[in-house]
Nanobody, 127 residues
Framework: VQLVESGGGSVQAGGSLRLSCAAS????????MGWLRQAPGKEREGVAQ???????KYADSVKGRFTISQDNAKNTLYLQMNNLKTEDTAVYYC??????????????????????WGQGTQVTVSS
């Protein structure tokens, strides 16, 4: 499985960015795809994920501002980020999980459920 993110960049607070993740390999058998981020000096945290039932969940900090979606025909995962805040500044990673426990119904929030990761894309939000 290979995951390649794109779409990061610098934006002012209140602006928008759309991240994309091109997936290849046995991605169709994954249970979940997700976006996670890591800010300097902080632990990696889940931002949004979508499972094989198309259920989604979001971190409280991004609810109402970020939207995760996927185009199965293109094997591409997206993260639309609106009304960006300075605290959204981080490296954003696309990830895939082959653990059934990642499904939204299980209510877990564990980055360790994701076994495959992209290289990350930097998002910088300035005030």
């Amino acid at each position: 499985v290979q995951l390649v993110e794109s779409g990061g960049g610098s934006v002012q607070a209140g602006g928008s960015l759309r991240l994309s993740c091109a997936a290849s390999g046995y991605i169709s058998s994954s249970y979940c795809m997700g976006w996670l981020r890591q800010a300097p000096g902080k632990e990696r945290e889940g931002v949004a994920q979508i499972d094989d039932y198309d259920r989604t969940k979001y971190a409280d900090s991004v609810k109402g501002r970020f939207t995760i979606s996927q185009d199965n025909a293109k094997n591409t995962l997206y993260l639309q980020m609106n009304n960006l805040k300075t605290e959204d500044t981080a490296v954003y990673y696309c990830a895939a999980s082959y653990s059934v426990l990642c499904r939204v119904a299980y209510g877990r929030n564990n980055p360790g459920d994701f076994g495959y990761w992209g290289q990350g894309t930097q998002v910088t939000v300035s005030s």
